[in-house]
């Protein structure tokens, strides 16, 4: 079952813009996680928020979270074409098990 | 390095036989999963263990089997019941929540 859901499908912007995506999750989190995948590759874990946390920095990226609305974002400023990729949601709501979104495919034109 | 290792990292499979896929961690993790990829799609389980011999199914298990003999490996066997199995497989794994995953870099089965 997916629990999130990504949003856009699909993002293409020039380098030095900022890149935002969203999830929408259904039930209710203990955390919630972002990761990248490079095509072809594992997924790399980026940050996690936990459900008390509003927002989170690491380096480019800037997480926030609402649990009254169920949704989060991920925000990377300044993309570099480096950072293209998909990026994926996954949602931990205490089972021992995360559930992953369906993904952003992020396109970073030079 | 800690990390994980996923071999092969291709492989292919005639239809009818089976096929383990291995997953070796040196992390010192207790947890670990197996997810399945589709082309453009999200991430679906399979199998996870939280501990030696002990093992539950995902939401994708049938037509696949998994052990958990030793922390450190957890192999998957894609069998000749599984319809389509032509995917891309991940394994990842776990400290004690509340953690992120760490995955391997995949092994992508293709039937021929």
């Known amino acids: 079952s997916q629990q999130g859901e990504e949003d856009p499908q699909a993002l293409s912007i020039q380098e030095g813009e900022n890149a935002t995506m969203n999830c929408s999750y259904k039930t209710s989190i203990n955390n919630l996680q972002w990761y990248r995948q490079n095509s072809g590759r594992g997924l790399v874990h980026l940050i996690l928020?936990?459900?008390?946390?509003r927002e989170k920095h690491s380096g480019r990226l800037r997480v926030t979270l609402d649990t009254s609305k169920k949704s989060s974002s991920l925000l990377i400023t300044a993309s570099r074409a480096a950072d293209t990729a998909s990026y994926f949601c996954a949602t931990d709501s205490g089972t021992y098990k995360y559930i992953f979104g369906t993904g952003t495919r992020l396109k970073v034109l030079a | 390095d800690g990390g994980i290792t996923q071999s092969p990292k291709y492989l292919f499979r005639k239809e009818g036989q089976n096929v383990t896929l291995s997953c070796e961690q040196n992390l010192n993790h207790d947890a670990m999963y197996w997810y399945r990829q589709d082309p453009g799609q999200g991430l679906r389980l399979i199998y996870y263990s939280q501990i030696v011999n002990d093992f539950q199914k995902g939401d994708i298990a049938e037509g696949y089997s998994v052990s958990r003999e030793k922390k450190e490996s957890f192999p998957l066997t894609v069998t000749s019941a599984q319809k389509n199995p032509t995917a891309f497989y991940l394994c990842?794994?776990?400290?004690?929540?509340?953690?992120?995953?760490?995955f391997g870099s995949g092994t992508r089965l293709t039937v021929v």
């Open positions: 928020i936990r459900s008390n946390e």
């Open positions: 990842a794994s776990r400290r004690t929540a509340p953690y992120g995953y760490t």
